[in-house]
């Protein structure tokens, strides 16, 4: 630790991708306010008698012999006797703590549907969103973020795709039929069930600091799309149904 009696240490890894270690120091010091003229003024109203207390985040590059610390965001509010404590908790429990979240899943499209033909390009879509959520964690304020990444389609006769960033997008009505990358030709007539799982990834603040990386991932099943296939029959006629009514085909 530095002789610096504002450096509160720093936060271990939230994951596997981050590049960053991090570091907080009791904001509106003497040194701050040589710095920051109007320090004081925009600091949060942190609850003193919870141990609460504002800092600056400052981050650098993770492996360096002489970690150099450039500022990040803040001031933000910690609260806890031991705050580097609750912080490398809430970084172990933040994996489980995603995958305990309400992640509403994609809603399935086709076209055409709920009926096609058998042979032809049938284009399926996904429709999903970038999700948020505010939880209280050790008694912190966590903000996460839910971020899709991939998809895995089931087309429900044995054909799968997937895991792929593509979740497809609506056709217009003259291009209905074309290949996309997310579509299907159905080989047998029949009824099919179509499901769909979306793959999220997230990241989280504590207190509005620094945005770190969520360990894994969730999947999230959408509700199936049952499909019909039909088959099309073109036959040729010589009749002229003007001359002969009762003709075959009229």
Not at 124 to 134: C, D, G, K, P, S
């Given at each position: 630790m530095p002789n610096d009696p504002s450096h509160w240490g720093q936060l271990p890894s939230a994951g596997p991708v981050d590049p960053y270690i991090y570091e907080y120091r009791l904001a509106c010091t003497t040194a701050d306010q040589a710095i920051f003229a109007k320090c004081a003024v925009n600091l949060p109203a942190c609850t003193a008698a919870k141990g609460g207390v504002a800092v600056w985040w400052y981050h650098s590059l993770r492996g360096k012999k002489t970690p150099v610390w450039a500022f990040d965001s803040g001031p933000t509010c910690?609260?806890?006797?031991?705050?580097?404590?609750?912080?490398?908790?809430?970084?172990?429990?933040?994996?489980?703590?995603?995958?305990?979240?309400?992640?509403?899943?994609?809603?399935?499209?086709?076209?055409?549907?709920?009926?096609?033909?058998?042979?032809?390009?049938?284009?399926?879509?996904?429709?999903?969103?970038?999700?948020?959520?505010?939880?209280?964690?050790?008694?912190?304020?966590?903000?996460?973020?839910?971020?899709?990444?991939?998809?895995?389609?089931?087309?429900?006769?044995?054909?799968?795709?997937?895991?792929?960033p593509s979740h497809g997008a609506p056709l217009p009505d003259d291009r209905i039929g074309e290949q996309t990358k997310t579509s299907h030709a159905y080989t047998t007539t029949g009824k099919y069930t179509i499901t769909l799982t979306t793959h999220?990834?997230?990241?989280?603040?504590?207190?509005?600091?620094?945005?770190?990386?969520?360990?894994?991932?969730?999947?999230?099943?959408?509700?199936?799309?049952?499909?019909?296939?039909?088959?099309?029959?073109?036959?040729?006629?010589?009749d002229n149904c003007n001359q002969n009514p009762t003709g075959t085909g009229c």
């Open positions: 910690i609260y806890d006797e031991k705050p580097i404590d609750v912080l490398k908790e809430i970084a172990a429990r933040i994996e489980h703590e995603f995958k305990q979240l309400p992640v509403a899943p994609a809603t399935i499209g086709s076209q055409p549907g709920p009926h096609t033909l058998r042979g032809n390009n049938t284009n399926f879509y996904a429709n999903a969103t970038e999700q948020t959520f505010n939880i209280t964690l050790l008694g912190q304020k966590v903000h996460i973020t839910a971020t899709t990444t991939t998809y895995t389609w089931n087309y429900g006769d044995g054909t799968t795709l997937g895991p792929t999220y990834t997230g990241t989280y603040t504590v207190n509005n600091g620094p945005t770190l990386p969520i360990p894994g991932q969730v999947n999230i099943p959408s509700p199936p799309l049952h499909l019909t296939v039909w088959r099309a029959i073109t036959r040729n006629y010589a």
